[in-house]
C-alpha cells in the first residue's frame, strides 16, 4: 500500500485553486444573470433557478422519512419551508446560500463540482447520493461546509412539519 503524503503548499494550493473557481463562478453567476435576486412565484427568496436542484435533492434526503406516495407534497411543503427559514436568514447568510445554489445551478460549474453534467431534473437518485457523498468526502473544507449547509437546510426544513415528528417520536410542541 503507498502512503499518502500532503504538504501544507499542496493543501493550501487546492484552497486557494478552489476558492478561486468558486469565485468566479459566482461572478459568472452573476453575470450571466444566473443569480437574479427576483424570487420566483410564490416564493420570499427562492428563484426559479433554485427550484430544479431542491426539487431533485430533497426525495433523496427524505427517502426513508416519507412514503414515496407521499413525496411530492412532501417535497413541495419543505421547498415552502426552506423558503421561510431563507427570508429570516441575516444578510451575509442569505447571501452566501444564494451562492452556493448559484454554484449548483449554472451548468459550468454543477459539472465539474458535482459529477451532474446535465440538469438537475434529469439528475438520478444515484446520481445525487455520488454528489452528496463527493461534497461530503471532499478535501476541499468548501464543497464539505456546502454539503453540511445543504443537510442542515434541509433538515431545518423537514422537522419543522408536523408530519416528521412522528416518524422521530415526537409529539409535537405542548399545548399552552
Sequence with gaps: MTDIVISRRSVLKTGLFGTAFLATAGLSASLSGCSASTP?????????????FLRALLPVMLHGAVDSARMPEAVA???????????HFSPEMLKLTVQLFDVLALPL????????WGS???????????????????????LRMGHSSLVQLVMMAWYARPE?????????????
Design 40 to 52: 420566483a412565484s410564490g416564493y420570499l427568496v427562492l428563484r426559479q433557478s433554485d427550484l430544479p
Design 77 to 87: 411543503a419543505t421547498v415552502q419551508n426552506l423558503d421561510r427559514n431563507l427570508a
Design 109 to 116: 460549474t454543477r459539472g465539474p463540482l458535482t459529477g451532474i
Design 120 to 142: 438537475w431534473d434529469n439528475a438520478s437518485a444515484a446520481d445525487i447520493r455520488a454528489f452528496l457523498a463527493r461534497w461530503e468526502d471532499s478535501y476541499l473544507d468548501l
Design 164 to 176: 416528521a415528528w412522528a416518524r422521530c417520536g415526537y409529539p409535537g410542541p405542548p399545548t399552552v
